[in-house]
């Protein structure tokens, strides 16, 4: 298996610039979530799907973060605009169903927002 | 609510030295309860993982976990640090009949190992 698959790996941008992030969850997998880490606010919850559908966005940070799941094996987080103070690790992981909620982790993409 | 207590932001022991991270959770309902560690730079992977059963969890390199109900702990032990233990670890809470999928993290503990 290959596990989850992110992305690219490193990201580096200019302020105002539209950010696209990628991710493959395990597949058979039905529970994909995003996670954003820094230095100031350690790991925090984004959003999470449940079978490609929404379930909770409540840690998106505004209006400028957009994260979709279009089917079972593929996910988006955008940034549009990009600002400096997105610059972070972000994380996607995904869940199978039965598996008492451990997460498999991808590798992770840095952010830099010049 | 669910929340998650790490004790110490940053933990040093000597090489060959016990390692002991600790982490204490609060949680209306039984949890299912995890350590993760993270590598430079890279993402987390899974140490172990309580569910049910036996209290005392073992998990990869030699750690192990004691889930503890009357103290709502869940410490992470090793009896002899190795340098490449020195990461960061993070505890973790989940509840899924209450609280659905998500897992609770918290703030993370980074491991110094000195030789």
């Known amino acids: 298996d290959a596990g989850v698959i992110q992305s690219p790996r490193h990201e580096v941008t200019e302020m105002g610039q539209e950010v696209t992030l990628r991710c493959k969850p395990i597949s058979g997998h039905n529970s994909l979530f995003w996670y954003r880490q820094t230095m100031m606010r350690g790991l925090e919850l984004l959003i999470y799907f449940n079978n490609n559908v929404p379930i909770d966005d409540s840690g998106m940070p505004e209006d400028r973060f957009s994260a979709k799941m279009p089917n079972a094996s593929f996910s988006t987080l955008k940034i549009q605009p990009s600002e400096p103070r997105d610059s972070a690790v972000y994380f996607c992981a995904s869940r199978g169903g039965r598996s008492y909620n451990e997460q498999f982790f991808g590798p992770g993409t840095r952010l830099t927002v010049l | 609510a669910q929340s998650v207590t790490q004790l110490g932001s940053h933990v040093s022991v000597s090489e060959g030295a016990l390692v002991l991270l600790r982490c204490n959770y609060s949680s209306s309902v039984p949890p299912y309860l995890f350590w993760y560690v993270q590598y430079p730079n890279q993402g987390l992977q899974l140490l172990l993982k309580?569910?049910?059963?036996?209290?005392l969890v073992k998990g990869i390199n030699g750690f192990e976990a004691e889930f503890k109900k009357s103290e709502t702990s869940f410490h992470l032990t090793k009896p002899s640090a190795h340098m490449s233990d020195a990461a960061e670890y993070f505890c973790a809470v989940s509840a899924p009949m209450e609280y659905g999928n998500k897992l609770v993290f918290g703030a993370g503990t980074i491991l110094r190992v000195k030789s």
């Open positions: 309580y569910t049910t059963g036996a209290t």
